[in-house]
């Protein structure tokens, strides 16, 4: 009878934090990235007067889907978190919430005066400072409110740090 010759299996071991490293250092991670760039899903969420623009800059005045900008009603399908306006301290915590359900990698605009520094409700006893400190914030919008075109700029800034990878967005829970 033959004797079965097999070699035994090699197995090697890996954690998921090796495989993302290696992916953000290979070229598959520049077609990641035009990937994500180029469908850049935002939360819908207007605060403030800041959200009137927010809104105006979905509707098909802008057509922010000719940039692969789509506004999306809940977070499990949003990756970029359009701050705008003011953060109340009752409100805080749901928006936590909001961000933590958003898959990674994720993005965060501020958009306005009130959420950059507090605007005219700086050091207001129930409007929270420094939203940076909380949230990782990939790109500013000055203004008060800034106009629906700022934040389409603002968009094409967060999709050039994306192409560049010098974005704070997570990969996959890895920082």
């Given at each position: 009878?033959?004797?079965?010759?097999?070699?035994?299996?090699?197995?090697?071991?890996?954690?998921?934090?090796?495989?993302?490293e290696?992916?953000?250092?290979?070229?598959?991670?520049?077609?990641?990235?035009?990937?994500?760039?180029?469908?850049l899903?935002?939360?819908?969420?207007?605060?403030?007067?800041?959200?009137?623009?927010?809104?105006?800059?979905?509707?098909?005045?802008?057509?922010?889907?000719?940039?692969?900008?789509?506004?999306?009603?809940?977070?499990?399908?949003?990756?970029?978190?359009?701050?705008?306006?003011?953060?109340?301290?009752?409100?805080?915590?749901?928006?936590?919430?909001?961000?933590?359900?958003?898959?990674?990698?994720?993005?965060?605009?501020?958009?306005?005066?009130?959420?950059?520094?507090?605007?005219?409700?700086?050091?207001?006893?129930?409007?929270?400072?420094?939203?940076?400190?909380?949230?990782p914030?990939?790109?500013?919008?000055?203004?008060?409110?800034?106009?629906?075109?700022?934040?389409?700029?603002?968009?094409?800034?967060?999709?050039?740090?994306?192409?560049?990878k010098?974005?704070?967005?997570?990969?996959?829970?890895?920082?």
């Amino acid at each position: 009878m033959p004797k079965d010759i097999r070699t035994p299996m090699q197995v090697i071991t890996t954690t998921t934090s090796a495989i993302h490293e290696f992916l953000k250092k290979s070229p598959a991670q520049d077609v990641i990235n035009w990937g994500r760039k180029n469908s850049l899903w935002f939360m819908t969420q207007p605060m403030g007067c800041c959200g009137v623009e927010m809104i105006a800059a979905g509707c098909s005045h802008y057509d922010t889907d000719r940039f692969g900008i789509i506004p999306r009603c809940s977070p499990r399908h949003a990756d970029v978190m359009v701050i705008s306006g003011y953060i109340v301290r009752k409100y805080f915590p749901a928006l936590k919430r909001l961000y933590e359900q958003m898959p990674s990698p994720k993005w965060v605009i501020c958009m306005g005066n009130c959420s950059i520094s507090g605007g005219p409700f700086y050091q207001s006893y129930n409007t929270l400072q420094n939203i940076d400190e909380i949230f990782p914030v990939d790109v500013y919008i000055t203004g008060c409110p800034p106009r629906p075109e700022a934040l389409i700029q603002g968009f094409i800034e967060l999709q050039k740090k994306i192409k560049a990878k010098t974005d704070k967005g997570t990969m996959y829970g890895v920082k």
